[in-house]
């Protein structure tokens, strides 16, 4: 009896404790999951506090994002050829970002910040070399040029090629203008006088005529026949944020000149198996250069060209170029596409022309790439 009325004792001390307990808990937060203080074993679970309680509404319950491992492993090469070819990139949480498709031109400043930041200081000046024909060189310089204006820099192309491609496709007329770049090589006429203004606000053209085939005979016996060009952009660099030099499908004393007055090298690749053959030749041409005229001269950027998703062989050549040259292959590849062949008949580079087409689109991309990720 004595052990049963201590027991009873005991209880009724703790009864009121307990009550008191509870009476002294929050009130349970509206939307706050309930949890039992005691678990089916009896072990006290506790309560949970008012803050952690508040804060369980608010709570959203997201599945862990696990990396694409096609997304993430794909590359550019492998994009459908309705649209503008870019390379993925992996975010931390492995989702998968793409430049987007159209977006409206940057004011200028935001656009020279960021190329302040890429490293590479205004003026540039990019010879857009590549001894084969036929790869995109002309195409490049008009359409890269007129995208870069776009973005709200000023931009002279400078035409060496005898073919004078790069005048007619920005409208420019032989007959219209009474100095030429062979005037600029071989009489010493002021660059100045020789840049012609296009339909485009901000980008300007260097002329080019036939005349220009006989130059490179005229340059050997001339004093200091690699530094021409050189000397003749000095003069009007200051003006320019960009000047895009148009070589000619060969290495001989114009593109000699291109590469001495140029700091950085653009070369175009068609991707197709004959235009790697010339690339090694080429290196070699732009480190001699390199060590004898022009010291910062470098390969800074390479674009692949004539990209048709269609083919394996479009894969390979870019898998290949892109696996040697590493971070100097742009991440955005130029479609083949009939307008970009159609645009040069109107005299309008393809932004003018079609903005909306796919080669727009790809240039204007490459263009956010080249001035240092604007966008």
Known sequence: MEGGATETASMGEVGPDIEADRAAEPAPVQGAVAKDPVDDSGADLGTPTPEVASTVPAQVETPPSSPDPAGLESTDDHAPLDTPVTTPT??????????????DAPSAAPVRQAQAASGNPLPRVLAVANQKGGVGKTTTSVNLGAALAELGFRVLVIDLDPQGNATTGLGIDARNFELSMYDVLMRDSSLEDCVEPTSMKNLFVAPATIALAGAEIELVP??????????????????????????????????????????????????EYYALEGLSQLMRNVHLVASNLNPKLDISTIVLTMYD????????????????????????????????SEAPSFGQPITAFDPASRGAIAYRELAKEVSGGAS
């Open 222 to 271: 001339a004093f200091s026949r690699e530094l021409k060009l050189r000397k003749a952009i000095e003069s009007v660099i200051d003006d320019f944020d960009y000047v895009l030099i148009d070589c000619p499908p060969s290495l001989g004393l114009i593109t000699v000149n291109a590469l001495a007055a140029a700091s950085e090298v653009l070369v175009p690749i068609q991707c």
């Open 309 to 340: 998703a269609r083919t394996k062989l479009a894969d390979q050549v870019a898998t290949e170029v892109r696996e040697h040259f590493g971070s100097k292959v742009c991440r955005i590849v130029i479609p083949r596409t009939v307008r970009l």
């Open 90 to 103: 992996a975010t931390s949480r492995g989702a998968v970002e793409t430049t987007p498709a159209i977006e």
